[in-house]
Nanobody, 115 residues
Framework: QVQLVESGGGLVQAGGSLRLSCAASGDTICISAINWYRQAPGKERELVAAISRGGTSVYADSVKGRFTISRGNTKNTRYLQMNSLKPEDTAVYYC?????????WGRGTQVTVSS
């Protein structure tokens, strides 16, 4: 079992910044990737940012140039730096760990961007 805990969400004005953190614990040795997703009200959950073992990162088109995914000092920590936030970034943000054949989800952290 892998446990994921997200933190760092909150209420911010448009144009502001937040830094989300994701900490994995438990049977982390099997984890091959930890990525960020989000789900806005009435919408499907979508991939926001992913980073490969080699350090290559990919982003949703809607956040390119504004969000940055990074690793912490340990391989079980991920950050999501979010700059120039927009009201449409309002969502619950989740980290997701791939530990084949399973995927694990955290409970999410709410990000609300006011206009």
């Amino acid at each position: 079992q892998v446990q994921l805990v997200e933190s760092g969400g909150g209420l911010v004005q448009a144009g502001g910044s937040l830094r989300l953190s994701c900490a994995a614990s438990g049977d982390t040795i099997c984890i091959s990737a930890i990525n960020w997703y989000r789900q806005a009200p009435g919408k499907e959950r979508e991939l926001v940012a992913a980073i490969s073992r080699g350090g290559t990162s990919v982003y949703a088109d809607s956040v390119k140039g504004r969000f940055t995914i990074s690793r912490g000092n340990t391989k079980n920590t991920r950050y999501l730096q979010m700059n120039s936030l927009k009201p449409e970034d309002t969502a619950v943000y989740y980290c997701n760990a791939i530990c084949l054949p399973r995927r694990y989800w955290g409970r999410g952290t709410q990000v609300t961007v006011s206009s």
